[in-house]
């Protein structure tokens, strides 16, 4: 079945934009690391975020049609053209809230990723294969850390109940639906987020219980990323520091 | 001049050392995919190991630097996503060089077999990510060297 361009150009920016914009998050840790190991374990997990987001807006370009590139893409848009979820434009917060962001987003990608790659679209199934073995690895990593750090020390629980009560509330917008997802889940391209959630809670409560953290009972949820309605503040802070280079050397090249 | 055979390239690629760890050639890595002519052109298939290796833009043009050495002039090189790279693909050759090189390499358990130092097998694990996004780090406890460890993937 043919699929409206605009839609599945809405979809991959929503895959790449995640990815990018977590991935700069991540970055910022490089050289502020508790220790050493995390310090090159979360550059690592920010390299590989960035790796898929050149698959993914590279592809996101190709079905745009005009000749821009995956750099275009990532450099040259302002906040508003920027679909990813609120959660991955987040400030880090602690240590401890990176990795539980990280951890959300990772169980997430896991479900999602493990989908993508029954796509009917052949791009997209085989950019979501080369990034499911990168996303497992991930998702190993942050559960673990999470579980450290939860049933850890008193303080390091506290810090991580905190961290659960801030970003709990922009974890219902990674399941929001609307007509682009249809469209998706009509061409058999990706599933409906919504469809997601079962499967999702299942696998971040088993986690969180280990680490001896409480889900917040409040089902509100921030939402306006994905659909570019309405961004935090903080992702045109973040894009002034990423897209830096670009602004000042317009059409600068390594 | 009549084209080098598909087999003549090979051979040449698999004297191109991976820029991060020389001791094993492209090939042994198993991430060229393909070597074909496509009339006067040579059309190499590379797959990426993990997909924001910095190598990778390194890897192309050593294997550019290297045909265009060896006398071929249109080379085009492609990125092949799908099937996604695997460490099986890794040569055994490979998988003896980097040992002796100070690496363990990948096994399917997930974590070394023994320590490429002393051969030791009381491991534990440090992070699981190392100074390339393909190797985590390790220690050995009989002689208490850490050591990288090439994950499997």
């Known amino acids: 079945m043919a699929v409206d361009k605009q839609h599945l150009l809405q979809f991959l920016l929503r895959q790449g934009d995640n990815t990018l914009v977590l991935g700069h998050r991540v970055s910022e840790w490089c050289g502020h690391s508790p220790i050493l190991e995390e310090d090159i374990a979360l550059a690592n997990t920010a390299l590989d975020l960035i790796g898929q987001t050149q698959m993914w807006l590279g592809y996101a370009a190709e079905v745009q049609g005009e000749g821009k590139s995956s750099d275009d893409l990532a450099f040259l848009r302002d906040a508003w053209d920027f679909r990813n979820v609120l959660l991955a434009e987040l400030p880090n917060g602690d240590f401890g809230r990176t990795l539980l962001r990280q951890f959300l987003f990772d169980a997430f990608q896991s479900v999602l990723m493990g989908r993508l790659m029954k796509s009917s679209d052949e791009t997209v199934a085989a950019i979501a294969a080369k990034a499911s073995k990168e996303v497992t690895y991930h998702v190993e990593r942050s559960a673990d850390t999470v579980v450290g750090l939860g049933d850890g020390t008193e303080e390091s629980h506290r810090r991580m109940q905190e961290a659960l009560e801030y970003l709990w509330p922009y974890v219902g917008e990674l399941f929001e639906s609307d007509e682009t997802d249809a469209a998706m889940a009509a061409a058999g391209i990706a599933p409906d987020p919504a469809s997601l959630r079962e499967e999702y809670d299942a696998l971040i409560g088993k986690v969180l219980a280990e680490a001896t953290l409480d889900i917040p009972a409040a089902t509100y949820a921030h939402k306006g990323g994905r659909t570019g309605y309405m961004h935090t503040e903080h992702l045109g802070h973040l894009l002034t520091s990423m897209q830096w280079l670009q602004r000042a050397y317009p059409g600068c090249e390594w | ?153």
Request: contains cysteine; hydrophobic residues 35%.
């Open chain 2, 1 to 153: 001049m009549s084209n080098p055979s598909v087999e003549q390239i090979w051979d040449w690629l698999e004297a191109i050392p991976d820029p991060e760890i020389p001791v094993i050639s492209l090939t042994d890595l198993g991430i060229i995919r393909n070597v074909e002519w496509q009339g006067d052109t040579v059309v190499v298939a590379v797959t990426p190991t993990y997909s924001g290796c910095p190598a990778t833009s390194m890897i192309n043009m050593d294997i550019e630097t290297k045909l265009r050495d060896e006398g071929l002039e249109k080379i085009e090189l492609k990125q092949q996503l799908s099937p996604a790279w695997t460490t099986e693909w890794m040569t055994d050759k490979a998988r003896k060089a980097l040992e002796e090189y100070g690496i363990a390499p990948p096994q399917a358990a997930g974590g070394p077999k023994r320590c490429p130092r002393c051969g030791g097998d009381h491991l534990e694990k440090l992070s699981q990510f190392g100074s390339t996004p393909c190797k985590a780090q390790w220690r050995c406890q009989d002689c208490l060297e850490p050591f990288e460890y090439f994950k499997c993937i």
